[in-house]
């Protein structure tokens, strides 16, 4: 065969032409709106407050808006949908104080009726205390909310946190307070529990918490320390269990969830004695990264900067297990998210099994979907276990909720309009075990899903969080839920 010898003008007209049709389909913006779905997907309607908006939305499976609340600020994180129809959100102040408005800052707490009218709204934060993130309502109607309390540097100190471990003059440690609502802009603070009185440390043998944290896992070590900053905790997820009378906190900067006793007194709570289980306000049980309290290596590490931890609840496939959005970290072999599930070693006391001086259980991961280069949001997300037994999982910062089945097959896909960029991934695999992995998808499939370089994209659909409720959930009982959009 012979070829044809082309001039260097012609090679330069052909290159061009290439580089035109790459760099087209590099900027082909990813596909909005549901762009997959099957019969096997979960019925029922989908509650998003996107990070950026002063809106919360109720899909429906076909990603139409079929309900809607104007409210007044930004999310401060969560929202939910309550059976009376009402909407009970964490909303933004207006004065952050000391915390900064971009790392969870809440300190609103809200609900709003089914047509949208403001009926609870009250400030939960001061120049010392902020709530944030996460709120939990109770089957009594107070709500649960986690609070930063701020404390100076002569505090923590006292404490017995490392003055070399200090960075300023204030370290963030948390808080769990029940609020009663009380008329349209009051609560009563009913219940609470402070970190401050659960914390061990080996630094300063004259404080009366000195102890080896190994020999501790009920209390946190308050000289344990990721990164530098006064939020040394995050929390970042509450959760109750009502048949154990227990709340599940979670923290991304730990890399670890903590549940305690809620059936203690405010009093008993602040000590390691008293509630049905007899251990007053300490950790029942902590999961996720043994090196909390010296009971493991970083090869034994679970959990990456997670989200969302809770129990699966009562009826629905894993009942009484853990579920959580295990997000990754960037940068390193975990680069990448996956919804995992864990099986608590509960006793019928209520209290969890561990063999003298090892790690709480399990060693392994009872479940887990993941996707590596493709699933990936570094912060905040969340999973949720669907009453057909496929999960709902929301990939906050690449603006995407999908439903995968037991077994791992993508049922539905859905991007969240006004999206959020982020930079190329790495696709080396985490180094753990995985029980359930993902099927292959079809290539214009991966390309819808993740979201091409270079794009400049405004950061409006971003999602801390989405929850689906049944066609049957009480809330929609004579409603109009006819698409509105």
């Given at each position: 065969?012979?070829?044809?010898?082309?001039c260097?003008?012609?090679i330069?007209?052909?290159?061009?032409?290439?580089?035109?049709?790459?760099?087209?389909?590099?900027?082909?913006?990813?596909?909005?709106?549901?762009?997959?779905?099957?019969?096997?997907?979960?019925?029922?309607?989908?509650?998003?407050?996107?990070?950026?908006?002063?809106?919360?939305?109720?899909?429906?499976?076909?990603?139409?808006?079929?309900?809607?609340?104007?409210?007044?600020?930004?999310?401060?994180?969560?929202s939910?949908?309550?059976?009376?129809?009402?909407?009970?959100?964490?909303?933004k102040?207006d004065?952050?104080?000391?915390?900064?408005?971009?790392?969870?800052?809440?300190?609103?707490?809200?609900?709003?009726d089914?047509?949208?009218?403001?009926i609870?709204?009250?400030?939960?934060?001061?120049?010392y205390?902020?709530?944030?993130?996460?709120?939990?309502?109770?089957?009594?109607?107070?709500?649960?909310?986690?609070?930063?309390?701020?404390?100076?540097?002569?505090?923590?100190?006292?404490?017995?946190?490392?003055?070399?471990?200090?960075?300023?003059?204030?370290?963030?440690?948390?808080a769990?307070?029940?609020?009663?609502?009380?008329?349209l802009?009051?609560?009563?603070?009913?219940?609470?529990?402070?970190?401050?009185?659960h914390?061990?440390?080996?630094?300063?043998?004259?404080?009366?918490?000195?102890?080896?944290p190994?020999?501790?896992?009920?209390?946190?070590?308050?000289?344990?320390?990721?990164r530098?900053?006064?939020?040394?905790?995050?929390?970042?997820?509450?959760?109750?269990n009502?048949?154990?009378?227990?709340?599940?906190?979670?923290s991304?900067?730990?890399?670890?969830?903590?549940?305690?006793?809620?059936?203690?007194?405010?009093?008993?709570?602040?000590?390691?004695?008293?509630?049905?289980?007899?251990?007053?306000?300490?950790l029942?049980?902590?999961?996720?990264?043994?090196?909390?309290?010296?009971?493991?290596?970083?090869?034994?590490r679970?959990?990456?900067?997670?989200?969302?931890?809770?129990?699966?609840?009562?009826?629905?496939?894993?009942?009484?297990?853990?579920?959580?959005?295990?997000?990754?970290?960037?940068?390193?072999?975990?680069?990448?998210?996956?919804?995992?599930?864990?099986?608590?070693?509960?006793?019928?006391?209520?209290?969890?099994?561990?063999?003298?001086?090892?790690?709480?259980?399990?060693?392994?991961?009872?479940?887990?979907?993941?996707?590596?280069?493709?699933?990936?949001?570094?912060?905040?997300?969340?999973?949720?276990?669907?009453?057909?037994g496929?999960?709902?999982?929301c990939?906050?910062?690449?603006?995407?909720?999908?439903?995968?089945?037991?077994?791992?097959?993508?049922?539905?896909?859905?991007?969240?309009?006004?999206?959020?960029?982020?930079?190329p991934?790495?696709?080396?695999?985490?180094?753990?075990?995985?029980?359930?992995?993902?099927?292959?998808?079809?290539?214009?499939?991966?390309?819808?899903?993740?979201?091409?370089?270079?794009?400049?994209?405004?950061?409006?659909?971003?999602?801390?969080?989405?929850?689906?409720?049944?066609?049957?959930?009480?809330?929609?009982?004579?409603?109009?839920?006819?698409?509105?959009?």
């Amino acid at each position: 065969m012979r070829l044809r010898a082309c001039c260097p003008k012609s090679i330069l007209i052909v290159l061009l032409l290439v580089a035109a049709v790459v760099s087209a389909q590099e900027k082909k913006p990813p596909q909005l709106g549901v762009f997959k779905t099957t019969e096997d997907v979960c019925p029922g309607y989908i509650l998003i407050s996107p990070l950026s908006a002063q809106k919360s939305f109720l899909l429906d499976t076909a990603g139409r808006v079929v309900h809607s609340w104007q409210t007044d600020r930004k999310p401060g994180q969560a929202s939910y949908l309550l059976e009376d129809g009402s909407l009970l959100r964490a909303g933004k102040v207006d004065n952050f104080f000391q915390f900064p408005s971009t790392t969870g800052s809440g300190g609103q707490i809200q609900k709003y009726d089914w047509d949208g009218n403001l009926i609870w709204d009250f400030a939960a934060s001061s120049a010392y205390r902020m709530s944030h993130h996460d709120i939990e309502p109770l089957p009594n109607g107070n709500v649960l909310c986690i609070v930063w309390e701020s404390y100076q540097r002569t505090v923590a100190v006292d404490a017995g946190r490392n003055p070399n471990r200090l960075t300023g003059d204030v370290l963030w440690l948390e808080a769990i307070f029940e609020l009663k609502p009380k008329g349209l802009n009051g609560a009563d603070v009913v219940w609470k529990w402070s970190l401050l009185n659960h914390v061990v440390q080996d630094w300063d043998e004259s404080k009366e918490n000195y102890g080896n944290p190994a020999d501790h896992p009920e209390l946190v070590d308050i000289n344990y320390m990721l990164r530098p900053v006064p939020d040394w905790v995050h929390m970042n997820s509450i959760d109750y269990n009502e048949e154990l009378d227990q709340i599940m906190v979670g923290s991304r900067t730990l890399s670890e969830f903590w549940i305690i006793d809620h059936s203690t007194t405010t009093e008993e709570a602040k000590g390691h004695t008293g509630g049905k289980r007899g251990r007053g306000g300490d950790l029942l049980y902590r999961w996720g990264n043994a090196q909390t309290y010296r009971r493991g290596t970083i090869d034994d590490r679970k959990l990456f900067s997670q989200h969302d931890a809770h129990w699966i609840p009562k009826g629905l496939q894993g009942a009484g297990n853990v579920l959580l959005f295990n997000n990754g970290m960037q940068n390193s072999d975990q680069d990448f998210s996956s919804a995992d599930e864990i099986k608590l070693p509960v006793l019928d006391n209520g209290t969890y099994h561990r063999k003298p001086d090892v790690a709480f259980g399990p060693a392994e991961i009872d479940w887990t979907y993941e996707y590596p280069g493709e699933l990936f949001s570094p912060r905040i997300s969340g999973a949720q276990r669907l009453p057909n037994g496929n999960t709902l999982i929301c990939s906050g910062t690449q603006h995407l909720l999908l439903e995968v089945t037991r077994d791992a097959e993508i049922v539905w896909m859905y991007r969240n309009p006004k999206r959020f960029h982020h930079p190329p991934r790495s696709e080396q695999p985490r180094n753990r075990k995985t029980t359930a992995l993902p099927a292959d998808l079809p290539q214009a499939e991966l390309d819808a899903m993740r979201i091409p370089g270079g794009i400049p994209l405004e950061d409006g659909g971003t999602m801390f969080r989405a929850i689906k409720y049944p066609p049957d959930f009480p809330a929609f009982r004579n409603r109009d839920l006819s698409p509105k959009l």
